[in-house]
C-alpha cells in the first residue's frame, strides 16, 4: 500500500519564476491538504482540496494555487517566486470524517534563489 | 497567529528514562489534538491523538495527556528509546485547518 507520494523531492527555482509541485495521496484517501514548513518552523497550512475544490485556506496569497483531480492526486502551483518562499512543501491525505488524521509525504524541498 | 506553541525547542533524556514534551494551545474551539514525529528528511508521522472529551490516551509507551482548562497537552514517552530521537510536532484540529506548534527535538541517548 503506498503512501503518501510527492514530485519532485527537491527543486531550485530563481525568483519570479513559477513552479508545480504534485502529490499523490494515500490509497484510500480523498481528501489532501497542503502545507509550507520553514526552516525551524512547524508547517503551516497553506489548503485542502476535497471533491477538486478548494475547501479551506490558510493564510496565503493568491500566488499560491493549487488543483485535485478526479483520482484525488493534487498540484500546488506557486508564481512569482519569493526569496521567502523557500521551504519544505508537505502534502498530506486523509479520510474525511470526525478523526480525521494527516499522512504525509516526505515533502518537496524548494529553493528560491 | 501561533494558537499552538511549543516552547522547549529541544530536550535530552537518557535512554530508559520518561521523555516529557509540552504543548500549549489558545484556541478553546480545538476539539482534537494529535502528536507527529518527525525523521531528517521524511514527512511527519502520526504517533497518537486524542479528543477533548477525554484527558489521556495510551498507546504503548506513548501516553497523550490533555488538560482542558489549563489548555495544555503533553506526551509521555516511557521508557525512552534512541530511535524515538527525532522532532515532535503538536497539532490541533477543527479537522481543516490543522495548525501545528513548532516542533521539539528529541535526543535519547543510550
Known amino acids: 500500500d503506498a503512501g503518501v507520494t510527492q514530485s519532485p523531492t527537491h527543486l531550485i527555482k530563481t525568483r519570479g519564476q513559477q513552479v508545480t509541485l504534485r502529490c499523490s495521496p494515500k490509497?484510500?484517501?480523498?481528501?489532501v491538504s497542503w502545507y509550507q514548513q520553514a526552516l525551524g518552523q512547524g508547517p503551516q497550512f497553506i489548503f485542502q482540496y476535497y471533491e477538486e475544490e478548494e475547501r479551506q485556506r490558510g493564510n496565503f496569497p493568491d500566488r499560491f494555487s493549487g488543483h485535485q483531480f478526479p483520482n484525488y492526486s493534487s498540484e500546488l502551483n506557486v508564481n512569482a517566486l519569493l526569496l521567502g518562499d523557500s521551504a519544505l512543501y508537505l502534502c498530506a491525505s486523509s479520510f474525511r470524517g470526525p478523526d480525521e488524521k494527516l499522512f504525509f509525504g516526505s515533502g518537496t524541498q524548494l529553493s528560491v534563489l | 497567529d501561533q494558537q499552538v506553541k511549543q516552547n522547549s525547542p529541544s530536550l535530552s533524556v537518557q535512554e530508559g528514562r520518561i521523555s516529557i514534551l509540552n504543548c500549549d494551545y489558545t484556541n478553546s474551539m480545538f476539539d482534537y489534538f494529535l502528536w507527529y514525529k518527525k525523521y531528517p528528511a521524511e514527512g511527519p508521522t502520526f504517533l497518537i491523538s486524542?479528543?477533548?472529551?477525554?484527558d489521556k490516551n495510551e498507546d504503548g509507551r506513548f501516553t497523550v495527556f490533555l488538560n482542558k482548562s489549563a489548555k495544555h497537552l503533553s506526551l509521555h514517552i516511557v521508557p525512552s528509546q534512541p530511535g524515538d530521537s527525532a522532532v515532535y510536532f503538536c497539532?490541533?484540529?477543527?479537522?481543516?485547518?490543522?495548525?501545528f506548534g513548532a516542533g521539539t527535538r528529541l535526543t535519547v541517548k543510550p
Open positions: 486524542i479528543s477533548s472529551i477525554k
Open positions: 490509497s484510500g484517501h480523498d481528501t
Open positions: 497539532a490541533a484540529s477543527p479537522l481543516r485547518d490543522m495548525r
